[in-house]
């Protein structure tokens, strides 16, 4: 159980252009999912906190204009990087909180961006 | 402000036991995670510990004091696919969960 998915899983793009990546749980329902960003070497960088139904909860630096996130059932959430550049490619990882489970979060695998 | 400290990076042998610390200091505790992350991996769940004492899980077990903000993962009878990054995570009073920058375990044969 507690799986979670993530698509797509490789993106690469050019510059300026907008990608969209989804998270889904698989066999649970999560009301707080979460999105993280990871550079070569560096630890897990949270961006943003998900909340179903209502607005993100964006960590101080992030920009929410441009790092748009969607919760919009308790399945999906989704992250768009609007207007990408170079700078943006990174490993971006979702997690999803089972709340039946001791607050556990577990992780899709991830997406690698590349913008060109 | 809210610090978690464990090693940079620790080499052990294949077959041996490793013992990952971690240190914490945090406004409130609602527990901790130990994640495991192979390069170029997405971290996966190892354990949670919210209460004193040693939880045994297989080849790993994971320790918590609460008292004195530490916590340790030990790995026994060491494989090489246990080369990996190993990330302790704790969970505030917000709910918040925050980071180790993580210990990168070298596994030689």
């Known amino acids: 159980g507690a799986v979670v998915s993530q698509h797509p899983s490789r993106v690469i793009c050019k510059s300026g252009t907008s990608v969209k990546i989804e998270c889904r749980s698989l066999d649970f329902q999560a009301t707080t999912m979460f999105w993280y960003r990871q550079f070569p070497k560096q630890s897990l960088m949270l961006m943003a906190t998900s909340n179903e139904g209502s607005k993100a909860t964006y960590e101080q630096g992030v920009e929410k204009d441009k790092f748009l996130i969607n919760h919009a059932s308790l399945t999906l959430s989704t992250l768009t990087v609007t207007s990408a550049h170079p700078e943006d490619s990174s490993f971006y990882i979702c997690?999803?909180?089972?709340?039946?489970?001791?607050?556990?979060?577990?992780f899709g695998p991830g997406t690698r961006l590349l913008v060109l | 402000g809210q610090n978690i400290d464990q090693p940079t990076e620790m080499t052990a042998t294949e077959g041996a036991i490793v013992q990952i610390n971690c240190t914490y200091q945090?406004?409130?505790?609602?527990?901790l995670f130990w994640y495991q992350q192979h390069a170029g991996e997405a971290p996966t769940f190892l354990s949670y510990?919210?209460l004193d004492g040693l939880e045994e899980k297989g080849r790993f077990s994971s320790f918590l004091s609460r008292s004195k903000g530490y916590s340790y993962l030990l790995l026994k009878e060491l494989q090489m696919k246990d080369s990996a990054s190993y990330l302790c995570a704790v969970l505030d009073s917000n709910y918040q969960l925050i980071w180790g920058a993580g210990t990168k375990l070298i596994i030689k044969p």
């Open positions: 510990n919210v």
């Open positions: 945090t406004s409130g505790f609602n527990g």
């Open positions: 997690s999803a909180r089972d709340g039946g489970t001791a607050e556990t979060q577990y």
